[in-house]
């Protein structure tokens, strides 16, 4: 198990433009969370699926942002008409919903808007 | 709702010295806690949690936390702390499995030599 992955690493993109992060999860874990994270701020939660369903949707989750989790596997994040604002680490992180509580994040995408 | 405080938003510190990272948390329903570490540029990773039980809970690194349910505190804490302890760390609570976790903004540890 390589834990979670995300990708890629890094974007950069001019603003307008629509980007597109994937996250995969730990193979065994049914749920699976985003968060944004902006500099010097804690990782604020955007949206979190079961399985290939998406439970909660955070406000901060603009019409501009969807997730998907089409198959219960990997995640996609795309962000459409991407603002300067919008500049951010986009952090994954699966757990297996069970009371164990092992959330286990990945690496992130950070996003730099120019 | 659940929301987290963390008191000090900087913490510098000498190594070797004994350092205290405070937690506070504010909910109508219990909650669970957790501890995580993030280095420059790197995802979180996970110190330790408290779920039940034993109040004292101890992690990896040689940190440990003290949940206090009258305080709703949860306090991070190390005896002696290495400059490779320096990076940023977030209290964060949950009301229960699988939910999302709520985070603090975050405490960042400086520690020099």
């Known amino acids: 198990d390589t834990g979670v992955s995300q990708d890629p690493r890094h974007k950069i993109t001019k603003r307008g433009q629509n980007v597109t992060f994937r996250c995969d999860p730990i193979s065994e874990h049914n749920r699976l969370y985003w968060y944004r994270q902006t500099l010097g701020q804690g990782p604020e939660f955007l949206t979190y699926?079961?399985?290939?369903?998406?439970?909660?949707k955070s406000r901060l989750l603009s019409d501009r942002f969807s997730a998907e989790r089409p198959k219960g596997s990997f995640s996609t994040l795309e962000i459409q008409r991407t603002e300067q604002g919008d500049s951010a680490m986009y952090l994954c992180?699966?757990?297996?919903?069970?009371?164990?509580?092992?959330?286990?994040f990945g690496s992130g995408t950070r996003l730099t808007v120019v | 709702a659940q929301s987290v405080t963390q008191l000090d938003s900087q913490v510098p510190v000498f190594e070797e010295a004994p350092v205290e990272l405070r937690c506070n948390y504010s909910?109508?329903?219990?909650?669970?806690l957790f501890w995580y570490v993030q280095y420059p540029n790197q995802g979180l990773q996970l110190l330790l949690k408290y779920l039940s039980g034993s109040t004292l809970v101890k992690g990896i690194n040689g940190f440990e936390a003290e949940f206090n349910k009258s305080q709703t505190s949860f306090h991070l804490r190390k005896p002696s702390v290495h400059i490779s302890d320096t990076a940023e760390y977030f209290c964060?609570?949950?009301?229960?499995?699988?939910?999302?976790?709520?985070f603090g903004k975050g405490t960042t540890l400086s520690v020099s030599s």
């Open positions: 964060a609570v949950t009301p229960g499995a699988g939910t999302a976790l709520i």
């Open positions: 909910s109508s329903v219990s909650v669970y």
């Open positions: 992180a699966s757990s297996s919903g069970d009371r164990v509580f092992g959330y286990t």
């Open positions: 699926f079961q399985n290939e369903a998406q439970l909660e």
